[in-house]
């Protein structure tokens, strides 16, 4: 073979590899076999999680701390529920605000408490119109454009409370009613359920006042009360902060007439309104859940595709001075 002949070949053998590496490389390295059914592999493909906005009216009452931190420990126990949470401060145009956030933010789900009823129905017919559901607890809104509403008998417990009253007063006698915040659905039906509960006894409303949840509220209106009237036999606070703080203001007073008075509240915290009573603060108090383990559930069912009830209606414990320590009794 001629020198330019052996120059010829061995470039056709240096292209000839060239093209065969080439192909190997596109060809790539061979799949690995699939993983057995049921191996980690399988189960290691990340999950839905599930964002869901609370807005919560105020951390101002106790009750509304305690909900956010039982609402807090139920969706713990879900992974796949990652929570977000909103005070407005008693405000009712930031929690319209909150709302829409949670809108723009594209949450999965909100539950609100709200501040007020009306002015709270359009924010969440808008998240409704977006797709959003939403879980309503302890005060209603306007209509019936939310997806579950999560509560109990407020009419009941005020009902309740005035029966207790009665039984406490001996069907006579002149009381103090201080009221919860009277533009929400609660202040309006536990005023209107005490007012049931008294009817046809001699108990006479002497005083009122709306004093929006709020002790140091409650105990300012009992101040004014006490010095008005010489004879006050009993105090309905539509919560146990009310009912707690006409107490202190009957004790300040220096008359001893917080020994006379009989005090009833709402809501029944273990450390709060149970507690009053087992002090012998209060003589009683109705329990008003906090309506989280519930709303947690409800969510879930939602979020899952599952179907809840519109209304859900949690029940009720009365709490008295000779029934406290054993956990208080059911109200049929």
């Not at 005023?191 to 046809?200: L, P, R, S, V, Y």
């Amino acid at each position: 073979m001629s020198r330019h002949n052996l120059c010829i070949a061995v470039a056709i053998v240096v292209v000839v590899s060239c093209f065969a590496f080439v192909g190997c490389g596109k060809r790539g390295p061979e799949p690995p076999p699939p993983a057995p059914a049921g191996s980690e592999t399988k189960a290691a493909a990340p999950g839905k999680i599930f964002t869901i906005g609370m807005s919560q009216c105020n951390l101002g009452e106790p009750w509304r701390e305690q909900m956010n931190a039982d609402l807090a420990t139920e969706a713990a126990k879900h992974p796949e529920i990652k929570m977000i949470f909103k005070d407005a401060q008693n405000k009712t145009e930031d929690q319209q605000t909150q709302v829409r956030e949670f809108i723009a933010q594209g949450v999965d789900l909100i539950i609100i408490s709200p501040k007020e009823s009306v002015p709270l129905t359009k924010p969440v017919g808008e998240a409704m119109d977006k797709g959003i559901p939403v879980i309503v607890l302890d005060r209603a809104i306007e209509g019936d454009k939310y997806t579950c509403f999560i509560g109990a008998d407020n009419v009941k417990i005020g009902r309740e409370a005035g029966k207790e009253m009665v039984k406490l007063l001996g069907g006579k006698g002149n009381v103090v009613e201080l009221k919860g915040l009277m533009t929400s659905t609660p202040g309006q039906d536990r005023h209107n359920g005490f007012m049931e509960g008294i009817k046809g006894s001699d108990i006479k409303v002497i005083f009122d006042a709306d004093c929006a949840w709020l002790q140091d509220h409650a105990q300012n209106e009992m101040k004014s009360a006490l010095s008005r009237f010489d004879k006050i036999d009993g105090v309905f606070g539509a919560n146990d902060p009310s009912a707690y703080g006409a107490y202190n203001a009957a004790k300040q007073e220096g008359k001893g007439r917080e020994k006379t008075i009989r005090f009833v509240g709402v809501d029944s915290l273990p450390k709060e309104g149970v507690q009053y009573v087992k002090s012998g603060y209060l003589q009683a108090t109705l329990q008003y859940p906090t309506c989280a383990p519930e709303a947690i559930d409800a969510a879930l069912k939602i979020l899952n595709k599952q179907p809840v009830e519109k209304k859900i209606t949690l029940g009720t414990r009365l709490f008295t001075n000779e029934n406290a320590e054993k956990g208080g009794e059911e109200i049929p």
